[in-house]
């Protein structure tokens, strides 16, 4: 889904990024945070049902790079479930989401005949448009991590040195 190829630093087996690096957001993009709460930890056929639909909707979407997923990350708890997602815009989440012919509406109407809002799970879902120079980032010794597996990474100095300088760079150098 992204091409890590492209990184800052000198790296090593495990893929970490030996320097202080940040990502150049010079582009429009949505952070979609999508998840599930197990609110009844007995009924295994109903919170089953949610992450097996969910696996189905990250596997298609990995397959398609063209709809514009660019990276996901699955976040684990004991009751609680979050993907962390970045899409290349908001036309292209919404249009996943309304397509009949895709994962996602089978999934949505199966999990309110089946669920409903009956209490036993939660779903959730955020959405945020952030625009170049409206977001900063800044990973030390570490894999691409976050926005380093969508954007690209540049050593954290002179006029990234700092959360203040790095905020808007994106909006300067590109957007």
């Excluded at 996901?72 to 993907?83: H, P, S």
């Excluded at 962390?84 to 309304?98: F, H, N, P």
């Excluded at 409903?116 to 955020?126: C, D, F, M, T």
Aim: charged share 25%; net charge positive.
């Amino acid at each position: 889904m992204t091409d890590t190829s492209n990184r800052s630093g000198a790296g090593n087996r495990r893929g970490i990024i030996v320097d202080r690096v940040s990502p150049l957001v010079d582009r429009e993009f949505v952070l979609f945070l999508i998840g599930m709460r197990i609110n009844r930890m007995l009924m295994v056929p109903k919170w089953w049902l949610v992450f097996r639909a969910m696996s189905r909707m990250l596997t298609e979407l990995s397959a398609d790079p063209e709809a514009g997923l660019a990276h996901f990350r699955l976040q684990r708890g004991l009751r609680n479930f979050m993907v962390v997602q970045y899409w290349d815009s908001w036309e292209k989440l919404e249009a996943y989401a309304r397509d009949p012919g895709r994962a996602h509406r089978p999934a949505w109407n199966e999990f309110y005949r089946k669920i409903g809002l009956n209490g036993e799970v939660g779903i959730w879902h955020e959405s945020y448009l952030i625009k170049p120079g409206r977001v900063e980032a800044v990973y030390g010794n570490m894999p691409p991590f976050g926005l380093g597996n969508v954007f690209e990474l540049r050593p954290s100095t002179g006029a990234l040195n700092n959360a203040a300088a790095r905020f808007g760079a994106g909006e300067r150098e590109g957007a």
